[in-house]
């Protein structure tokens, strides 16, 4: 009886010894709400400027690899009508698995209108039997340019706000650049432009954010 008491007794401050342990562990920690713990995020997108990462990745990157990615309007228009999903797989790209098909095109045409009914501007261009929405901004829906580049990957940044910014400054910054050609066109002007789309639903119009766009000369 001695024993097995010696026993209980050993195997009690042996479980009092855990729980003291666990309780040391856990005084080290913090907890806090799932709103703290955005705040704390949002803060350390913050300390990310991405303005200046893609002042520094622009000429030097970005623009090369999508001026390579591109593909002339005549022949990308025709394999997406055959199949999309194998165009995608050919001649685009996804940012993330299930998302939308992102495509870089280079085409010349000419210039139907220029809708500016709200601020979502855009200069409508016929490439051949395709239309095009130029966009102008200021108002620019989606993220086709950081979609479009590979070296750009949303787990190489702290989190979902600086991969957003991203995208937003490299917007901005094209527009920037292309935004005095496009402000020059008018309905009957031909116009060269290269520029990254998502692909929209079927019977949907195709809004391309452009990184070169110059007037081709009459």
Not at 92 to 103: C, D, H, L
Not at 181 to 197: I, S, T
Request: with cysteine.
């Amino acid at each position: 009886m001695r024993r097995i008491g010696l026993r209980q007794r050993g195997m009690t401050v042996a479980l009092q010894a855990v729980l003291l342990a666990s309780a040391v562990t856990l005084s080290g920690c913090k907890v806090v709400t799932i709103a703290q713990d955005q705040a704390i995020r949002a803060k350390r997108s913050l300390n990310f400027n991405a303005d200046a990462y893609v002042a520094k990745i622009w000429d030097a990157q970005a623009l090369p690899e999508l001026q390579h990615r591109a593909t002339p309007a005549k022949d990308l228009f025709v394999a997406i009508d055959a199949n999309a999903d194998e165009a995608g797989a050919r001649l685009g790209r996804r940012a993330s698995e299930g998302g939308a098909w992102t495509f870089v095109v280079s085409g010349e045409g000419v210039v139907d209108a220029v809708d500016d009914s709200s601020r979502r501007r855009t200069v409508v261009v016929s490439v051949g039997s395709q239309v095009v929405r130029l966009e102008t901004g200021p108002v620019v829906v989606g993220t086709a340019l950081r979609d479009a580049l590979p070296f750009i990957a949303f787990d190489d940044f702290s989190d979902q706000l600086a991969y957003a910014d991203v995208g937003r400054a490299l917007t901005t910054t094209a527009l920037s650049r292309t935004k005095p050609a496009l402000d020059g066109l008018r309905p009957g002007d031909r116009v060269q432009f290269v520029g990254a789309f998502n692909l929209p639903a079927a019977g949907q119009p195709v809004f391309v954010t452009p990184i070169s766009v110059s007037k081709v000369a009459s």
